[in-house]
Every structure is written in structure tokens, then in C-alpha cells.
């Protein structure tokens, strides 16, 4: 893992301490909302930069450790217009977090899946292709 951690820095993702993401996050005080793999959190730097902090579920969980190196080794070395970057990680004993752009409006999912479909089928169209763009 330590040389995994080595050689992603590397790749620009910023290797966070716990003590700076409790600062930005101010103690994890804003909840953005959860997934399958954690706990979403808003976050507010010094300089001002504004990021989604996800903290990792079940810290000695196997699956959580390959879900991590799967996310810092993919978004955290491709810088996309339409894919959320990747800004950082943390890989400490008590805090195993990933550190996003922050998406102001949220979850696409939350505009796909919603009950009155107000998308029409030109603005679908447009995120399937912005879609494909992604992860072409
Ligand atoms: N970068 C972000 N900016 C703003 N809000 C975010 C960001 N990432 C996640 N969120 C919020 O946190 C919620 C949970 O995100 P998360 O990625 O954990 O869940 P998910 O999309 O269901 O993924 P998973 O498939 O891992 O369960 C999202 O629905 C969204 O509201």
C-alpha cells in the first residue's frame, strides 16, 4: 500500500493528512449525502477551494481499500471537463477519505431518476454523449 500511495502522489492527487481534511471539512460538519462506500462531506479550504470529502466506510475493509485504489488510480490521473476530478486522497490508520470537486448541483442521478422526467430527450441526448466523452 505505501508504495501505491508513493507512486499516486506522484500522479498529481494531493496526499492529505487527517488533520487538514478535519480543518476543511470543518470536523465534518455539512453532510452532503452517503453511498454505498461512505459518507459525503462539503468542505471549505484556507485559500477558499470548496471539495466534497467522501469518508471511507469500515477502515480495514478489504473492499474499501481496493474501491480506493481503484478510484485514486482511474479519476485521480485523468482530468476530464466531464468527469468530476479527483483532487486528493487520505490514508491514515483513523481517516480514509477521497477529496472531489465539489458539484454544486449534486448527484446527476438526482435529475435522471427523478419522478416527473422534466428532461427532455434533447438534454438526454446531450448527457449521454457528454457521457460517453467522459469515459472514451
Ligand atoms: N463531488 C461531489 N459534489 C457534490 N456532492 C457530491 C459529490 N460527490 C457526492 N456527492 C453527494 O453525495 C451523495 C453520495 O455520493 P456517493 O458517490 O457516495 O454515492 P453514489 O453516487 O450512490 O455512489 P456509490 O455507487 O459509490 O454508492 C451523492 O448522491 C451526492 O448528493
Given amino acids: ?10 500522479e498529481k492527487p494531493i496526499k492529505f493528512t487527517s ?6 471539512k470543518n470536523n465534518f460538519a455539512y453532510l452532503l449525502g452517503s453511498g454505498g462506500f461512505g459518507s ?5 479550504f484556507g485559500n477558499g477551494d470548496i471539495v466534497a470529502v467522501k469518508l471511507l466506510n469500515g477502515n480495514s475493509d478489504k ?11 482511474t ?5 476530464h471537463f466531464n468527469l468530476v476530478r479527483l483532487y486528493g486522497f ?3 490508520k483513523d481517516l480514509r477519505a477521497l477529496v472531489y470537486e465539489y458539484m454544486v448541483n449534486g448527484s ?3 435529475y435522471l431518476f427523478q419522478e416527473n422526467k422534466i428532461l427532455g430527450f434533447e438534454k438526454l441526448h446531450e448527457i449521454a454523449v457528454g457521457t ?4 472514451a
Fill in 19 to 24: 488533520v487538514q481534511l478535519r480543518i476543511a
Fill in 63 to 73: 473492499r474499501i481499500e481496493d474501491q480506493f485504489k481503484a478510484e485514486v488510480s
Fill in 132 to 135: 460517453a466523452r467522459g469515459i
Fill in 75 to 79: 479519476i485521480g490521473r485523468v482530468h
Fill in 90 to 92: 487520505c490514508f491514515e
Fill in 1 to 10: 500500500m505505501d508504495k501505491f500511495l508513493n507512486d499516486m502522489e506522484k
Fill in 40 to 44: 459525503v462531506y462539503k468542505g471549505i
Fill in 108 to 110: 446527476l442521478d438526482k
